[in-house]
C-alpha cells in the first residue's frame, strides 16, 4: 500500500494517538480498560521503551493517523531469538481495508533482517475472534492455553516461526 507509512510517535503526539485508542475503545473495552485515555497512552509508550520498543503510528501519506503498531524487534524478554508484537489497533474508520496486514507484513521484513530472530511472538485475547483469525490468516499459530495476564485480560500466546 504506497500511500501507508510507519514513524514512530512519542509523547509530544499523545492527541493524535488519543484519536486513534478512541476509535479502538471496542477493542479496548475487551480489555480491563474501555476508555481511551492519555495516562493509559503515556503508559503503553514507557511499556514499549522498557522493554526496547518501537511505537510507531500507521500514516496515510496525507499524514493522518490511522493506526498503531508497536514491535520489540529482537530480544523480547532477553531472549535474541524472539521478536514480540505488543500491540497493533487499526482505527474503527480504516479498518477492512488491509492496514493490519500491510503494516504487520512491513514490521515482519524489518525484523527478518536480523538473522538471530527465528520467532515472532504475540498475544491474542480469547475474547475477540476476528483478531485471532486475523493472526491466523497471518500465519501466526496458538501456542498456548488461554492465561490470564496481571491486568486481567485472558490471552491466548502466538507464535510465527521464521524460515
Known sequence: MKNLKLRSVSAKEVDEILRVYQQCEDFLALGPVAKASQEMILADLEISHQAGGL???????????VGII???????????????LELLMIGAPYRGQGIG???????EKEIRQNPKVKAILA???????????????????IVSEAHTLADSTTVFDLRKDLL
Not at 496486514?101 to 514490521?107: L, Q
Open 101 to 107: 496486514e500491510w503494516a504487520v507484513k512491513e514490521v
Open 55 to 65: 511505537f510507531r503510528g500507521i500514516f496515510h501519506a496525507n499524514g493522518t493517523m
Open 70 to 84: 508497536d514491535v520489540v524487534g529482537a530480544g523480547f524478554e532477553g531472549n535474541p531469538e524472539h521478536a514480540f
Open 123 to 141: 498475544g491474542v485475547q480469547v475474547n475477540n475472534p476476528p483478531a485471532i483469525r486475523f493472526w491466523q490468516k497471518m500465519g501466526y499459530q
